[in-house]
Protein backbone atom coordinates (compact mmCIF):
# COMPACT_ATOMS: atom_id res chain seq x y z
CA UNK A 1 0.00 0.00 0.00
CA UNK A 2 1.06 3.69 -0.68
CA UNK A 3 -0.29 5.31 1.91
CA UNK A 4 -2.92 7.37 -0.13
CA UNK A 5 -6.57 5.44 -0.06
CA UNK A 6 -9.52 6.24 -2.44
CA UNK A 7 -12.65 5.93 -2.48
CA UNK A 8 -14.97 5.11 -3.95
CA UNK A 9 -13.20 2.65 -6.59
CA UNK A 10 -15.78 2.27 -9.08
CA UNK A 11 -18.17 4.73 -9.89
CA UNK A 12 -21.04 4.83 -12.27
CA UNK A 13 -22.84 8.09 -12.80
CA UNK A 14 -25.78 9.25 -15.47
CA UNK A 15 -25.12 13.26 -16.67
CA UNK A 16 -26.98 14.59 -14.55
CA UNK A 17 -25.88 13.33 -11.15
CA UNK A 18 -23.85 14.43 -8.22
CA UNK A 19 -21.13 12.56 -7.07
CA UNK A 20 -17.47 13.53 -5.04
CA UNK A 21 -14.56 11.16 -4.92
CA UNK A 22 -12.45 10.79 -2.00
CA UNK A 23 -8.69 10.88 -1.28
CA UNK A 24 -7.26 10.45 2.30
CA UNK A 25 -3.61 10.21 2.69
CA UNK A 26 -1.47 9.06 5.78
CA UNK A 27 1.77 9.64 5.04
CA UNK A 28 1.96 13.71 6.09
CA UNK A 29 2.60 15.09 2.88
CA UNK A 30 1.83 19.03 2.33
CA UNK A 31 0.65 18.42 -1.03
CA UNK A 32 -1.65 16.60 -2.87
CA UNK A 33 -2.67 16.37 -6.45
CA UNK A 34 -5.64 14.98 -8.93
CA UNK A 35 -4.34 13.65 -12.10
CA UNK A 36 -7.34 12.22 -15.28
CA UNK A 37 -5.74 9.02 -16.60
CA UNK A 38 -7.36 8.06 -20.11
CA UNK A 39 -6.77 4.98 -22.36
CA UNK A 40 -3.88 5.77 -24.75
CA UNK A 41 -2.96 9.05 -23.37
CA UNK A 42 -0.60 10.33 -20.64
CA UNK A 43 -1.37 11.39 -17.46
CA UNK A 44 -3.12 14.64 -17.60
CA UNK A 45 -2.67 17.17 -14.17
CA UNK A 46 -5.89 18.54 -13.41
CA UNK A 47 -5.20 20.65 -10.09
CA UNK A 48 -2.82 21.00 -7.72
CA UNK A 49 -2.54 21.67 -3.67
CA UNK A 50 -0.43 23.22 -1.63
CA UNK A 51 -1.13 23.24 2.14
CA UNK A 52 -4.72 23.03 1.93
CA UNK A 53 -4.31 26.13 -0.90
CA UNK A 54 -5.22 24.95 -4.81
CA UNK A 55 -2.35 26.54 -6.52
CA UNK A 56 -2.81 24.67 -10.08
CA UNK A 57 -6.13 24.48 -12.09
CA UNK A 58 -4.57 23.05 -15.21
CA UNK A 59 -7.71 24.43 -17.06
CA UNK A 60 -10.39 22.33 -15.99
CA UNK A 61 -14.03 22.41 -16.63
CA UNK A 62 -15.72 23.30 -13.84
CA UNK A 63 -18.01 20.68 -14.23
CA UNK A 64 -15.13 19.38 -11.59
CA UNK A 65 -14.93 21.10 -8.55
CA UNK A 66 -11.73 20.35 -5.95
CA UNK A 67 -11.93 20.50 -1.96
CA UNK A 68 -9.19 20.27 0.40
CA UNK A 69 -10.29 20.78 3.80
CA UNK A 70 -7.36 20.01 5.21
CA UNK A 71 -3.46 18.25 4.45
CA UNK A 72 -4.67 14.69 4.65
CA UNK A 73 -7.97 14.95 2.67
CA UNK A 74 -8.88 15.64 -0.61
CA UNK A 75 -11.91 15.18 -2.76
CA UNK A 76 -13.22 16.01 -6.28
CA UNK A 77 -16.32 16.95 -6.42
CA UNK A 78 -18.44 16.04 -9.87
CA UNK A 79 -21.45 17.37 -11.65
CA UNK A 80 -23.39 17.33 -15.13
CA UNK A 81 -20.48 15.34 -16.50
CA UNK A 82 -19.74 14.39 -19.97
CA UNK A 83 -19.46 10.93 -21.44
CA UNK A 84 -15.77 12.05 -22.40
CA UNK A 85 -15.37 12.25 -18.68
CA UNK A 86 -15.08 8.86 -18.37
CA UNK A 87 -11.52 7.72 -16.71
CA UNK A 88 -9.51 6.68 -14.11
CA UNK A 89 -9.30 9.85 -11.51
CA UNK A 90 -5.80 9.45 -9.70
CA UNK A 91 -5.26 11.12 -6.32
CA UNK A 92 -1.48 11.69 -5.42
CA UNK A 93 0.71 13.33 -2.34
CA UNK A 94 4.00 14.26 -2.31
CA UNK A 95 6.12 15.79 1.05
CA UNK A 96 5.46 19.73 -1.01
CA UNK A 97 5.14 20.98 -4.17
CA UNK A 98 8.53 21.21 -5.17
CA UNK A 99 11.06 19.69 -7.24
CA UNK A 100 12.68 15.83 -6.78
CA UNK A 101 9.62 15.29 -4.43
CA UNK A 102 8.08 11.86 -4.84
CA UNK A 103 4.42 11.26 -5.90
CA UNK A 104 2.94 8.65 -4.11
CA UNK A 105 -0.77 7.36 -6.21
CA UNK A 106 -3.69 5.77 -4.80
CA UNK A 107 -5.25 3.15 -6.30
CA UNK A 108 -7.86 5.32 -8.32
CA UNK A 109 -11.66 5.48 -8.89
CA UNK A 110 -12.35 4.29 -12.23
CA UNK A 111 -15.39 6.66 -13.49
CA UNK A 112 -18.07 6.06 -16.10
CA UNK A 113 -20.79 8.86 -16.82
CA UNK A 114 -23.43 7.02 -18.81
CA UNK B 1 3.89 23.47 -24.70
CA UNK B 2 6.09 21.31 -22.74
CA UNK B 3 5.54 17.13 -24.32
CA UNK B 4 6.93 13.21 -23.24
CA UNK B 5 7.67 11.01 -26.12
CA UNK B 6 7.89 7.36 -24.99
CA UNK B 7 8.66 4.70 -26.76
CA UNK B 8 7.54 1.70 -27.43
CA UNK B 9 4.24 1.80 -26.36
CA UNK B 10 4.43 -2.04 -26.34
CA UNK B 11 7.14 -4.28 -25.37
CA UNK B 12 6.82 -8.06 -25.34
CA UNK B 13 10.03 -10.10 -24.28
CA UNK B 14 11.30 -13.16 -23.30
CA UNK B 15 12.11 -13.88 -19.29
CA UNK B 16 15.70 -13.44 -18.69
CA UNK B 17 16.09 -11.37 -21.35
CA UNK B 18 16.65 -7.02 -21.02
CA UNK B 19 13.88 -4.27 -21.96
CA UNK B 20 14.79 -0.81 -22.42
CA UNK B 21 12.24 1.82 -22.90
CA UNK B 22 13.16 5.43 -24.14
CA UNK B 23 11.45 9.13 -23.56
CA UNK B 24 12.31 12.50 -24.77
CA UNK B 25 11.33 16.17 -22.98
CA UNK B 26 10.99 19.03 -24.61
CA UNK B 27 11.46 21.48 -21.97
CA UNK B 28 15.21 21.99 -21.64
CA UNK B 29 14.52 23.16 -17.56
CA UNK B 30 13.52 20.05 -16.48
CA UNK B 31 15.57 18.88 -14.11
CA UNK B 32 13.92 15.19 -12.42
CA UNK B 33 13.24 12.58 -14.09
CA UNK B 34 11.35 9.30 -12.26
CA UNK B 35 9.97 6.27 -13.66
CA UNK B 36 6.37 4.98 -12.23
CA UNK B 37 5.23 1.21 -12.56
CA UNK B 38 1.63 0.41 -12.75
CA UNK B 39 0.28 -2.66 -12.31
CA UNK B 40 -3.42 -3.78 -13.19
CA UNK B 41 -5.58 -2.23 -10.51
CA UNK B 42 -2.86 0.19 -8.92
CA UNK B 43 -2.07 3.51 -9.20
CA UNK B 44 1.43 4.37 -10.26
CA UNK B 45 4.66 3.72 -7.90
CA UNK B 46 8.13 5.21 -8.68
CA UNK B 47 10.48 2.65 -9.66
CA UNK B 48 14.08 4.88 -9.67
CA UNK B 49 14.33 8.90 -10.71
CA UNK B 50 17.15 10.57 -12.03
CA UNK B 51 18.26 13.89 -11.45
CA UNK B 52 19.65 16.10 -14.35
CA UNK B 53 23.35 16.05 -12.31
CA UNK B 54 23.81 12.59 -12.68
CA UNK B 55 23.91 10.69 -15.99
CA UNK B 56 23.44 7.47 -14.86
CA UNK B 57 21.44 5.49 -11.79
CA UNK B 58 20.96 1.91 -10.86
CA UNK B 59 19.36 -0.49 -8.62
CA UNK B 60 19.71 -3.89 -8.72
CA UNK B 61 17.90 -5.01 -12.25
CA UNK B 62 16.55 -1.44 -13.28
CA UNK B 63 18.89 1.26 -14.20
CA UNK B 64 18.52 4.85 -15.52
CA UNK B 65 20.32 7.41 -18.22
CA UNK B 66 20.13 10.35 -19.20
CA UNK B 67 21.34 12.94 -21.84
CA UNK B 68 20.38 16.02 -20.69
CA UNK B 69 22.22 17.79 -24.08
CA UNK B 70 19.81 14.92 -26.21
CA UNK B 71 17.10 15.73 -24.04
CA UNK B 72 16.44 11.89 -23.50
CA UNK B 73 16.23 9.35 -20.95
CA UNK B 74 15.94 5.83 -20.52
CA UNK B 75 14.85 2.74 -18.25
CA UNK B 76 16.91 -0.75 -18.57
CA UNK B 77 15.41 -3.33 -17.03
CA UNK B 78 18.10 -6.57 -17.03
CA UNK B 79 16.96 -9.89 -16.52
CA UNK B 80 13.35 -9.58 -16.93
CA UNK B 81 11.12 -11.46 -14.98
CA UNK B 82 7.43 -12.26 -15.61
CA UNK B 83 6.31 -9.72 -11.92
CA UNK B 84 7.92 -7.05 -14.34
CA UNK B 85 5.00 -6.94 -16.70
CA UNK B 86 3.22 -3.79 -15.96
CA UNK B 87 2.86 -0.69 -17.87
CA UNK B 88 5.74 1.73 -17.45
CA UNK B 89 5.67 5.65 -17.39
CA UNK B 90 8.16 8.18 -17.52
CA UNK B 91 7.88 11.81 -16.38
CA UNK B 92 9.93 15.17 -16.65
CA UNK B 93 9.81 18.10 -13.83
CA UNK B 94 8.46 21.59 -15.22
CA UNK B 95 7.62 24.75 -13.88
CA UNK B 96 4.82 24.83 -11.29
CA UNK B 97 3.06 27.97 -9.94
CA UNK B 98 5.97 28.75 -7.91
CA UNK B 99 8.57 28.30 -10.28
CA UNK B 100 10.24 25.57 -9.30
CA UNK B 101 10.26 22.51 -10.93
CA UNK B 102 7.76 20.63 -9.30
CA UNK B 103 5.64 19.34 -11.42
CA UNK B 104 5.47 16.40 -13.43
CA UNK B 105 4.35 15.72 -17.22
CA UNK B 106 4.09 12.44 -17.94
CA UNK B 107 4.57 10.31 -21.32
CA UNK B 108 1.83 7.89 -22.91
CA UNK B 109 3.28 4.28 -21.23
CA UNK B 110 5.22 1.60 -22.18
CA UNK B 111 3.15 -1.58 -21.84
CA UNK B 112 5.98 -4.56 -20.90
CA UNK B 113 4.79 -8.11 -20.99
CA UNK B 114 7.46 -11.00 -20.39
CA UNK B 115 6.46 -14.55 -21.40
CA UNK B 116 7.97 -17.47 -19.16
Known amino acids: ETGVTQTPRHLVMGMTNKKSLKCEQHLGHNAMYWYKQSAKKPLELMFV???????ENNSVPSRFSPECPNSSHLFLHLHTLQPEDSALYLC?????????????FGPGTRLTVL | GENVEQHPSTLSVQEGDSAVIKCTYS??????FPWYKQELGKGPQLIIDIRSNVGEKKDQRIAVTLNKTAKHFSLHITETQPEDSAVYFC???????????????FGKGTKLSVKP
Open chain 2, 27 to 32: DSASNY
Open chain 1, 49 to 55: YSLEERV
Open chain 2, 91 to 105: AASIKNYGGSQGNLI
Open chain 1, 92 to 104: ASSQDATSYNEQF
